[in-house]
């Protein structure tokens, strides 16, 4: 909120913005109603980051006007989680979407240059993890984030996470992904010297209950400064890092 306040603030005063241009800015209307859909304008301004679409559960061309709304309203660039391809198909048509079908995500526009005040590690047990991993990998691209990716990574074969000891230890925050017993989440918390985001996967055998083990183990884990979110939500763990990464930059302003 602070940031884009900021930002009109100085380029008032540089001349870059007029007073009255800087005043309609301020008075836009904080939402618009579509009938299906109040979206919200005024999201980037409080939170520090533009609403994002979840696509689950919209029809394509509800997802298409939501987006008309947002670039009509200056948003540039675009975030879609949970975009199946067949939606996918019915948004290009329309708007240039660029679709990652693994993490089944749409980002319209150009990414932001990084500028948070370190790496973000988004680190998996196996390559089952990667859909999850890249949905919370594309979505710290998205709200400016430089990120490392350190996939198969896994308690299973622990030299492998030895090896990236480098990437781990100059971490700002690490987001662990990992299924079955969720081991790997502990494992990184008891080497790192930054906040640990833990996301538990549905990824495993019967007894794992769709991710739920690994979940009841991550919120177990004896290793400090491990947070965990729900299980395969990547967007939760990708937005809460990037919110991390930033908050050096928010105390300066």
Known sequence: MNSEIKQMLEAVRSGELSVDEALLKIKTEPF?????????????VRQGAAEVIYGAGKTPEQIVGIIDVMKRNGQNTILITRL??????????????????????????????????????????????????????LTARVLGNRVVRLYDVG??????????????????VIIAIAGMEG??????????????????????????????????????S???????????NGFGAGYLASMINHMDVKKEI
């Open 32 to 44: 618009e109603d579509i009938e299906y859909a109040k979206v919200d304008l005024h999201r980037k």
């Open 84 to 137: 199946s391809e067949e939606a996918a198909e019915v948004v290009t048509a329309s708007h240039s979407l660029c679709y990652h079908k693994d993490a089944r995500v749409g980002i319209i526009g150009d990414l932001p240059a990084p500028d948070g005040i370190g790496n973000i590690v988004v680190a998996t047990g196996g390559t089952s993890d990667i859909p999850v991993a890249e949905e919370a990998a």
């Open 155 to 172: 308690v299973a074969g622990l030299h492998r996470t030895l090896a990236h000891l480098d990437e781990i230890m100059s971490a700002s």
């Open 183 to 220: 081991a790997l989440a502990s494992v990184i918390g008891g080497l790192a010297d930054c906040p640990v985001i833990a996301v538990p996967t549905s990824v495993g055998y019967g007894a794992s209950f769709g991710g739920l083990s690994a979940l009841l183990s991550m919120l177990n």
């Open 222 to 232: 004896c290793a400090s400064g491990v947070s965990v979110v729900n299980i395969d």
